[in-house]
């Protein structure tokens, strides 16, 4: 039997013997009985500046069971430990009870909340390239029951911007791999500007599965949306999405631009999030011209009402870069037929440069458009 206390005053310097960097101090101390093969300890520590304790029982060198409890602990000061960039502060407890520590008879529960933790807008944007500039503050809550070769979570993720609940996420410590459900709860898609790059409106519920393995990210995801259906597929970097039979008018108001077209549509993306670039198709059924500027001015330069014809179908094609759109549309209806090719419109700026070539019976004309699409 005895007691104990374990001083470090710089983990930098134990690189060599751990095999990997850590920064900061580390204090613990408390009582150690060995009676032959069986080994218990018990103490208490201060790291992550947390008030925490913890029992541990070994039988034949084998860690059997473990209980422990970590209080009020810093998100800040675990990631400067860590030598990780400190790109959130915030308040970290988790109290965890593993009755069986072997991996192939694992047996335990562990709870896990952060509370008050706000991300520092400047470190990720540094880190992952954003460009991050209102405050977003967060709290988790995570439910860890420990099986035989698994950890089963349940998680709420809760912030200013979304929330995120899992029902059944699984990490496989002999595959290494993570499998999840979630669901995305957006109440207001005009908060997100910051990641989407892209002023929308509206709220939007996400749900959909993500799994991991080796060097291989699948998610995929569905929403009603706009009065259609998204579907999505992610694979590591390569993104593919459909949009099934929204209402244009619709997505338009979502987008913030002019409602001057009305129809169903379908869209399908494909999408490197790397590079980001991609290629756009759409088609647009049984569509017609609303009652707008642009309208008003055919009606002034063809003597045509616009708005009374129907077009069947409208092809789109854009090719993406970025922020910027090059496009190619085409529509047809009984009494004209208008083509944009190689249109350029800026989301990120609502600038457009494009040329319409229209007929109209019998009569030909082109419309320069350039300037905010707001306008």
Known sequence: FSDYRIDVKNLNKLEGVIGK??????????????????????????????TSTYNLKLKDSNLENINFKIEDAKIEKLLHMLNEPVYATGNLNIDGDIKNAKIETLDGLINTKISEGEIIDEVVNTVFNQKIKDTVTFDLNVDTSLVPN??????????????????????????????????????????????TKTKLRGAMDISGNIQSKENLLLVDGSSNLLGGALNF?????????????????????????PEIFDSKGTFKVDYNMLVKKGNLTGSLVNGHFLPNDFSTLINQLAKFDLTKEIYETVNINSDI???ILTSTVNMKSTNTQIDINNSVFDTQNNTIDATLEAKIKETKFNININGNTSN
Do not use: R
């Open 233 to 257: 597929n992610l694979n590591n970097d390569n993104l593919t999405a459909t949009l099934n039979n929204i209402g244009i008018k619709e997505l338009t108001y979502m987008l913030y631009q």
């Open 21 to 50: 960097k850590l920064n900061g101090d580390f204090y613990t101390s408390g009582n150690i009985f060995v009676e032959n093969s069986n080994i218990s300890i018990a103490g208490n520590s201060n790291i992550f500046e947390s």
């Open 321 to 323: 870069n970025d922020t």
């Open 150 to 195: 698994q950890a089963i979570s349940k998680a709420d993720i809760n912030t200013n911007l979304l929330n995120v609940n899992v029902n059944k996420a699984v990490f496989d410590f002999n595959e290494a791999s993570f499998t999840s459900d979630y669901l995305v709860k957006i109440p207001s898609l005009t908060d997100l500007i910051d990641f």
